[in-house]
Nanobody, 121 residues
Framework: QVQLVESGGGLVQAGGSLRLACAPS???????WAWFRQAPGKEREFVSG????????FYADSVKGRFTISRDNAKNTVYLQMNNLKPEDTAVYYC???????????????WGQGTQVTVSS
């Protein structure tokens, strides 16, 4: 059974940085990976995604220029480098995998349990 495990969350001041990692227990065979986040009282929203080949990356408008998604095929790990964090970035961050590129959480087959990111002002 595939498990996705996120790490790297924590508490940081506005303007600081964090690097999230998602390490599956085994290869999923999924072509697309993504990060979603969910703040209290809000719906889960797309943050960033990447093809497993690394040929394509995409970002929500709110994080463009600040976040960078990457992957390490050998380690079967996906990362999210978050710079210049803002209080509005505070949320539980989830990694997910899907068989096709999508911005919808409904299209993702595998999910992690989430890691908390808190940005203080």
């Amino acid at each position: 059974q595939v498990q996705l495990v996120e790490s790297g969350g924590g508490l940081v001041q506005a303007g600081g940085s964090l690097r999230l990692a998602c390490a599956p227990s085994s290869r999923t065979g999924s072509s697309y990976w993504a990060w979603f986040r969910q703040a209290p009282g809000k719906e889960r929203e797309f943050v960033s995604g990447i093809t497993w080949s690394g040929s394509g990356a995409f970002y929500a408008d709110s994080v463009k220029g600040r976040f960078t998604i990457s992957r390490d095929n050998a380690k079967n790990t996906v990362y999210l480098q978050m710079n210049n964090l803002k209080p509005e970035d505070t949320a539980v961050y989830y990694c997910a995998a899907a068989g096709r590129r999508s911005y919808s959480p409904d299209d993702y087959n595998y999910w992690g349990q989430g890691t908390q990111v808190t940005v203080s002002s």
